[in-house]
């Protein structure tokens, strides 16, 4: 049976403070110490178990969630939705409930429908974390997004950082507006109008149409994959025009101030968003992300399996 009566979750980016990022950004530095230890291991979660429930494909959120787990002494269960009971018609609440009953104290959720993260957090007893929700967030990745950057630069304060691509159908592109901005730094995003999302004037961002007018201009450069398993219409010409406009050449990473940041969430698609030149540029951080992923889904379980918080609407009554 889960242990958590009373779990708090982690669901979006969207209603925390900045002082809640920055404290979640601290405890992180402490798991990043513990990674590098020769045996990256400690007792605090000893007992608790962490699912992950993914609905959607996965290498690194899925990945690192494990690897923070049990650097974290959790044992760790999972579910595919490819292999599970869900393709013979089972309902999501039955499979949640059947997870739940297998002990699990936090369910990690990756679902294709935005919102379903919080449907499930009505269901369970278990501490819900949001893994992705469909287009609307990826709190855990604008986190280690924001630890990458402050690792680097120290605070995201004054920071100029474009988002550039598919931004409509991207749930990392809304965790980062939020949180980037939530921490001082100022976002333009980058696309064509048909990959915006529609309500993109009621964002704190600027919308620029070309790439090429902005890069030299700028602290940080990240660059998104088009999510082509949610789009169903022509967007976009074509591949290959798209990355005439769009893509991070060496020639446009030359454009870049010396000292700029190239960030990726990963899977890239090398020659579209990104060349293979400018995924290894020396400014690339976007290994620091993934190495990064664990530190911060340390700090999220901890905080909520360990010290009982609601990372989402503050702590839990009582709590603080
Ligand atoms: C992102 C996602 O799943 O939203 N990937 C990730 O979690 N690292 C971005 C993407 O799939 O393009």
């Known amino acids: 049976m889960a242990t958590n009566a009373s779990a708090g979750h982690f669901l979006g980016i969207d209603g925390m403070a900045r002082a809640d990022l920055e404290e979640i950004l601290e405890l992180t530095t402490t798991f990043a110490e513990i990674g590098r230890r020769p045996i990256p291991k400690v007792p605090a979660l000893r007992g608790r178990t ?12 899925r990945m690192s969630f494990e690897t923070a787990a049990r650097r974290l002494s959790a044992d760790t269960i999972a579910l595919s939705a490819g292999g599970s009971s869900l393709s013979k018609g089972e309902s999501l609440r039955d499979t949640i409930e059947v997870v739940t009953s297998y002990g699990a104290d936090a369910l990690v959720v990756r679902h294709p429908m935005a919102g379903t993260a919080h449907r499930v957090a009505a269901w369970t007893d278990a501490a819900v974390i949001n893994a992705g929700d469909g287009c609307h967030e990826h709190p855990t990745q604008a986190l280690l997004d924001c630890y990458t950057l402050r690792e680097r630069r120290g605070a995201l304060d004054g920071m100029r950082i474009a988002i550039v691509g598919d931004i409509r159908h991207s749930r990392v592109a809304r965790s980062d507006v939020l949180a980037f901005t939530a921490l001082g730094a100022e976002v333009v995003l980058v696309a064509p109008a048909t990959l915006l999302p529609p309500a993109v004037v009621g964002w704190p961002v600027t919308v620029a149409h070309e790439l090429d007018l902005v890069l030299s201009d700028l602290d940080a450069v990240y660059l998104l994959r088009i999510q082509h398993e949610r789009i169903t219409e022509g967007l976009i010409p074509s591949i290959r025009e798209y990355a005439n406009d769009f893509s991070l050449t060496p020639e446009r990473a030359n454009r870049l101030p010396t000292d700029a940041l190239i960030l990726h969430p990963g899977p890239t ?14 400014r690339s951080v976007i290994l620091d992300q993934v190495v990064n992923g664990v530190s911060v889904r340390m700090a999220i379980l901890f905080l909520l399996l360990g010290s009982n918080r609601n990372l989402t609407g503050g702590a839990v009554e009582g709590d603080r």
């Open 269 to 282: 698609n090398l020659g579209v968003e990104i060349s293979a030149a400018a995924a290894a540029d020396s």
């Open 50 to 61: 962490v699912a992950t429930v993914f609905f959607e494909n996965s290498t690194r959120t």
